[in-house]
């Protein structure tokens, strides 16, 4: 069977897309139970984190690396709420135990893949990943009309990009820096897949060097631009009974545009499916249990893309996969903290900082709740 036919079986199995069945976050006790469930989901991370150290990629680190600062945001707002003292322990708890592993797994990377490693190093640094204290929601006015084909995306040119404004790369150059092809290809209108994920990326991290100058003085305008038809790509993949080709990119769409501000990626019901998604024993996310041989077939399709457009994507023999269990704790990490930032106040949410009324007018973007 074709790859489209299998994506067409899978929208005619998929199942309706149904409520969040978890507590509501209007009471304490709500938010706790909800706060627990995802550290659950953590610790068990975590730990298969420490068993595969010497396995995990550099994406798998990065994961890990935005969770430490992900927890470490929860922790401080949780310690001000003496009904939330037991989480913001845990998730210190759990923050300490990420510092050494993951300065051991930086280790083992410059063994196993130095130049790659040399190349991308501020983004496993502490410190290089900060959070946002402004929150907005997407607009649906931005998304595409039509999509380009994910078949024209080329890891390898949006990686030469990312070094060159990194300034990591051989020629010296200084960080911030942006060629012609770089700026063509980083702006380019209807990309999808992990080519949107990539431009977002880049204009991400173009903030968190503290990029201003020219293109980047626009950053806020293509975030809100990227993360909108992330969002869109999003519910497409909701609609389809999140089948499994799908799960990798929606959950780096939930990471990527949570770092970015966007709380409406912070939906009770998307986070109810990752965690349904975790391998339990293992600990890791990756590849479901196939007990079909269409569904194994869709699987293996879906392997031979992620390798392709990830180049270093490590999958192991028990089915985790580095880089979807980076995606899932950044993921998840990113609903501690959004859960953390909109605490109860007077039996309703109290919303953070919202942005100032001037970005809805010159960039398309408006303030926003969470995420329902």
Known sequence: MSSLGLLLLFLLLAPPVLPSTLPPLDTPEGKATIADLILSALERATSFLKKRLPEVNLDGVVGFRVLEAQLEGA???????????????????LA????PLLH??????????????????????????KLPHVWTHTNTSMVYPTFEPED?????????????????????????ELSDFCRTLMTKPGCSGYCLSHQLLFFLSARMKGCTGGLFRQ??????????????????????????????????NIMLC??????????????????SWQKLQEGCFGRPDAEDEELAKVIEHQQHNLRRVKRREKQFADGCSSHNTAMAVASLG???????????????LRQATLAPPAATNTDGSTPATPGR
């Open 104 to 129: 051991e797994s930086i280790f083992h990377l410059k063994l196993s893949d130095p130049q790659y490693l040399r190349e991308f190093q501020p983004t496993v640094q502490p410190g290089f990943w």
């Open 219 to 252: 950053s806020q305008h293509y975030m809100n631009l990227f993360c909108a038809n992330m969002m869109d790509l999003n519910r497409r993949a909701e609609a389809i009974g999140y089948a499994y080709v799908t799960r990798d990119i929606f959950m780096e």
């Open 334 to 348: 990113g609903f501690l903290y959004a859960l953390a930032q909109y605490p109860p106040a007077n039996g309703e």
């Open 96 to 99: 300490g135990q990420l510092a």
């Open 258 to 275: 949570g770092i970015g501000g966007f709380s409406d990626f912070y939906k009770l019901r998307w986070l109810e499916a990752i965690l």
């Open 152 to 176: 024209s995306f080329s890891e390898e040119h949006s990686d030469l990009c990312m070094v060159q404004l990194l300034g990591t790369g051989t020629d010296s150059g200084q960080p911030c």
């Open 75 to 93: 922790r401080e707002e949780w310690a001000r709420d003496p009904r939330l003292q037991p989480q913001s322990l845990r998730a210190e708890r």
